[in-house]
């Protein structure tokens, strides 16, 4: 089992930047495709970000693309999301999720595609 847990959550003003960290423990994830997702009130959970089980893949959702950056540190089993130039459609309620990589430099971009998920960290953008 995967535990992770997600922080750096807060309420910041459009144009701010936040980075988000998340935690595993149980396994090393050194092994493990990483995601973030997002979910804002009312809507579903929406990909952000993936990364492959080494870092050398990530993908984006079109939305995000070019203020967002994932990035992992196997060495400390952690995956952060650098989020810049914030908007308030950015707002929603960020997951961590990971998957156990199946083949090459795989990135997952669909929620069932995870195997295990954190229990969330508030983002707030404020116009």
């Known amino acids: 089992q995967v535990q992770l847990v997600e922080s750096g959550g807060g309420l910041v003003q459009a144009g701010d930047s936040l980075r988000l960290a998340c935690a595993a423990s149980?396994?090393?994830?050194?092994?493990?495709?990483m995601g973030w997702f997002r979910q804002a009130p009312g809507m579903e959970r929406e990909f952000v970000a993936s990364?492959?089980?080494?870092?050398?893949?990530?993908y984006y959702t079109d939305s995000v693309k070019g203020r967002f950056t994932i990035s992992r540190d196997n060495a400390k089993n952690t995956v952060d999301l650098q989020m810049n130039s914030l908007k308030p459609e950015d707002t929603a309620v960020y997951y961590c999720?990971?998957?156990?990589?199946?083949?090459?430099?795989?990135?997952?971009?669909?929620?069932?595609?995870?195997?295990?998920w954190g229990r969330g960290t508030q983002v707030t953008v404020s116009s």
């Open positions: 999720a990971a998957k156990r990589s199946v083949f090459g430099e795989a990135v997952l971009s669909t929620a069932g595609q995870y195997d295990y």
């Open positions: 149980g396994r090393t994830i050194s092994s493990y495709v």
């Open positions: 990364i492959s089980f080494s870092g050398r893949s990530t």
